[in-house]
């Protein structure tokens, strides 16, 4: 037994880094005087510097860390990180810069934060080396950038806020120009909703991948877990995360190798562009390309997102979901399946139930796109229902007008009319002869015009649908404004 405790003591004591060189027990002599003797200067000013208690306890830490071995690795990494963020926190309480550099800049806070940083990077290399730890320079980089992410955009500005409630508030206040690390905060910050937003809606399309291959099979959908169709290995979750895993395993099965289909990627791709585009020109417009939509005198991701606009939120989500349904269509036709009949009855519904319950989902008026004169003023959700009952008709008789027409011999089309009938109940009538007008003349072009290169196998009349439904709309309400009767 004591052999053994040995081994595993000698095993794990020849990965430390301050091990290996001279240079590296140089380092460790440095830092345990240095954390000695901080330790011993800020005891003595405990009763006048508040910030004193965490310098003494960090240079504590600093000292037995470096010394000793027990808990090295991912463990200690997170202990540390939290003490950096502590001290750094309790220094900015004091509200004055010089604090950093005293009392003597040998033993100051700012040494301290440093020494904790090489220890950090010390156990990070550990971490590294152990054999039982799957953590690689790589993922050490990323979560390391997300640490300090997550530091600046959330810790810093909440130690901020919770400053100012002991900060002597001005009777008045001067505006000032923004500082440039100010400017990148709120900067970074925008981009980080954007980049959630986006994702969603990658992760949308890998869930319409699921859904389009098993759905029209009969298959379960959410009830079981994602494994490889060739080995059948369960697939981990960290190799189930859409786009990056893809890019990371570069495109193949980590257990057998094989190929995955370049399909997978390029419908989470989409559905990342989906969100992302009715995130710029929807979402943080306050809707404005949809017509008959109110009108908000601020727009941009402050305005609409973080003090929220619900309506301008749901009609967002709203559209996305019809795209999203109308590219899960434009899959199972590639397959050659059908959706089935109870999705052929729930989607409608849905659409339907939305549209009429909640009126910022569907602003359109029957009576506006129409040359008819009602004699009395009917109620709102009357008039959505007629709307959603005449758009859906009117969808449903241009897919089966449409359906005859494909791009290829033999190309039969399963979901057209359904996809039709789709935009149809959740835009209006005037909508979805736009739409359908704008894919004729699409379809005639390709047919008539070019190669075979204009024919690939996965471009069907649905999948052209998808394209032209996603160019009309950011023009929505320009072409409504022009076709108005």
Not at 292 to 320: D, E
Not at 389 to 394: I, K, P
Not at 406 to 419: D, E, G, I, K, V
């Amino acid at each position: 037994m004591t052999i053994a405790i040995t081994n595993m003591t000698t095993i794990e004591t020849d990965s430390d880094p301050f091990n290996e060189t001279l240079w590296g027990e140089y380092a460790r002599m440095l830092m345990v005087g240095m954390a000695a003797c901080s330790a011993a200067v800020w005891a003595v000013r405990l009763a006048s510097e508040p910030v004193a208690i965490a310098m003494v306890l960090s240079n504590v830490l600093i000292l037995g860390i470096t010394i000793g071995f027990r808990f090295a690795g991912l463990q200690r990494l997170a202990v540390l990180t939290l003490l950096v963020v502590a001290t750094a926190t309790a220094v900015v309480m004091m509200q004055n810069p010089a604090s950093w550099w005293g009392p003597v800049p040998m033993f100051s806070p700012a040494v301290t934060i440093g020494a904790l940083f090489v220890l950090m990077f010390r156990d990070g290399m550990i971490a590294i080396r152990k054999s039982e730890k799957s953590l690689t320079p790589g993922k050490l980089v990323v979560g390391s950038a997300l640490l300090a992410t997550a530091i600046y955009m959330i810790v810093v500005p909440s130690a901020d806020v919770f400053l100012t409630r002991f900060q002597e508030r001005p009777q008045s206040y001067t505006i000032e120009d923004l500082s440039p690390l100010e400017v990148l905060r709120i900067r970074s910050a925008k981009l980080a909703v954007f980049a959630i937003f986006a994702y969603a809606g990658a992760c949308v399309g890998s869930f319409l991948n699921v859904v389009a291959a098993s759905a029209p099979r009969g298959e379960s959908i959410a009830l079981r877990s994602s494994a490889c169709p060739k080995c059948g290995t369960p697939i981990r979750r960290i190799d189930n995360l859409p786009i990056i895993s893809y890019l990371r395993l570069r495109g193949r099965c980590r257990n057998c190798d094989v190929a995955i289909p370049i399909r997978y990627f390029n419908v989470e791709l989409t559905g990342f562009a989906i969100f992302a585009s009715l995130f710029l020109f929807e979402l943080v417009t306050g809707a404005a390309n949809v017509p008959g939509f109110q009108h908000y005198p601020y727009a941009g991701i402050l305005w609409i997102i973080l003090y929220t606009k619900w309506p301008v939120v749901g009609v967002y989500f709203f559209h996305c979901l019809l795209l999203s349904c109308v590219l899960m269509l434009a899959l199972m036709e590639q397959d050659r399946l059908r959706a089935p009949r109870w999705m052929r009855l729930a989607l409608p519904a849905l659409f339907a139930g939305l549209a009429i319950a909640l009126p910022a989902m569907l602003t359109v008026s029957l009576a506006d796109q129409t040359p008819l004169r009602f004699p009395t003023q009917l109620p709102g959700w009357l008039d959505r229902a007629l709307t959603c009952l005449t758009g859906g008709v009117l969808g449903w008789a241009i897919g089966n007008f449409a359906r005859p027409i494909s791009l290829r011999r033999r190309q039969a089309s399963s979901s057209l009319c359904f996809a039709f009938t789709l935009l149809g109940i959740a835009m209006g009538w005037q909508a979805v002869l736009t739409i359908a007008a704008a894919w004729l003349v699409a379809m005639v072009l390709l047919k008539h015009g070019g190669g075979r290169w204009t024919h690939p196998r996965w471009l069907t009349a649905t999948t052209l649908l998808f394209g032209i439904a996603m160019l009309h709309h950011p023009a929505w309400k320009w072409l409504a404004e022009q076709l108005s009767l």
